[in-house]
């Protein structure tokens, strides 16, 4: 038998067993107390890592599904500000681009999102705002409370991409002033692929638009869950549904402050490898931004060839991404989401450190023994 390989990504992300036997069974009728019960202990444990007592409803499809939906059911023809530091910052102004008049608020890749720009917007009447809260692209996580701030000064929609912070940091949609949040589940929440979860405020139903797209109906999504037993519009993917209780079960028996701590030392974990190494971190902060807790985005060093490094890697059953887009070959990312701990990181590392060897790189210092400090 071929063994598998780790996954250590910015998802998809290994699967507890619990959940991946989840899904190992006869179907069931999703118009049912047995499926109601399955969705309703995911929306609990949900809204906890959402922070949020708005309605929070679960879509089949991947996050980028979750993403049309906030912005094709209320960003329909208005003026929408879609902040740009990353891909998904990107792919959430492409999205705009279809429904509605989208204004980019642009950075350099892996640099602070504009806020004094996104004001500028929103005096010009800017109703909607976009951000992604974890640039999963560069490693970055941007300052949402301050944007909630902004979009409520200004009577703003505020859409927030969470896919790869929820469940793995801190995330308070209901005190950020969040209107529509959104997760996937094959990143911190450690699900197979295939399901998006939106939670929406109060606000945000009051402003739907008056021709939303048929399956991506929030408010159909609503009305079927508010019912008994709970339910979705159309037949979902319900052996995802199945393994995704299961990933909330576990989060709630962890519990979420252990299993962001978790992941902040983790990350903390690979940080330090690459400081050790004498390497620097993509990203360039200020005050108000961080390294992303959930994925760590390091600068290749002159000389070293990103497929030529992650294939040594590979090679020992790991595996690791590269750069998208203009950073192919500029930086590599190694994912510290979902149930991610000690043996995993440190293999990762190892595996990592003998390949920059391999490819001629000198490194400084001992990135593993570095790591070994944060995680002993
Ligand atoms: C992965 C990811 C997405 C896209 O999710 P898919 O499940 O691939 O559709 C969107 N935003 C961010 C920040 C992501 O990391």
Redesign the pocket.
């Known amino acids: 038998m071929e063994k598998e390989l780790l996954l250590m990504l910015?998802?998809p992300v290994p699967m507890p067993e619990r959940v991946r036997l989840a899904m190992m069974r006869q179907a069931i009728n999703h118009r049912s107390a047995e499926f109601g019960a399955a969705y309703a202990d995911c929306v609990r444990v949900l809204k906890t890592a959402f922070g949020t007592t708005n309605d929070l409803m679960v879509i089949s499809g991947?996050?980028?599904?979750g993403?049309e939906a906030a912005i094709a059911n209320v960003g329909k023809d208005k003026e929408i500000a879609c902040i740009v530091n990353g891909k998904?910052g990107e792919?959430m102004l492409k999205i705009s681009q279809r429904y509605g008049k989208a204004h980019e608020i642009k950075s350099e890749w892996g640099t602070p999102i504009d806020l004094a720009a996104l004001e500028a917007r929103l005096e010009q009447g800017a109703q909607v705002v976009t951000l992604?809260h974890?640039?999963?692209s560069v490693g970055i996580r941007n300052p949402a409370q301050e944007v909630g701030k902004l979009a409520k000064k200004h009577d703003a929609l505020f859409i927030m991409?969470g896919?790869?912070s929820i469940g793995g940091d801190t995330v308070e949609a209901d005190k950020w002033g969040v209107d529509i949040a959104i997760t996937?589940s094959?990143?911190c929440l450690a699900a197979p692929?295939g399901l998006?979860m939106v939670s929406v405020s109060g606000r945000a139903w009051e402003r739907l638009t008056k021709n939303p797209p048929y399956y991506l109906d929030l408010a159909a999504y609503k009305k079927s869950a508010a019912g008994t037993p709970m339910e979705t519009p159309y037949t979902p993917a319900v052996p995802l549904f199945l393994a995704l209780r299961e990933a909330c079960l576990i989060i709630e028996e962890e519990g979420l402050a252990a299993r962001i701590a978790r992941h902040h030392r983790m990350s903390g974990a690979v940080q330090a490898a690459a400081k050790a190494w004498g390497l620097s971190l993509f990203p360039k902060l200020d005050a108000k931004h961080g390294y992303s807790t959930t994925v760590t985005a390091v600068e290749y060093p002159a000389g070293v060839k990103d497929d030529e490094m992650r294939a040594t890697i590979k090679k020992m059953g790991i595996v690791i991404a590269g750069g998208q887009d203009h950073l192919k070959g500029k930086i590599f990312r190694i994912g510290s989401m979902g149930a991610v701990s000690a043996p995993e990181i440190l293999a990762t590392l190892a595996a990592t450190q003998h390949a920059l060897k391999r490819s001629g790189f000198k490194v400084q210092g001992d990135g593993v023994a570095a790591a070994c400090e944060v995680l002993g």
């Open positions: 910015p998802g991947s996050g980028t599904a993403m998904f792919r992604v974890n640039e999963t991409d896919i790869t996937g094959q990143k692929a998006a």
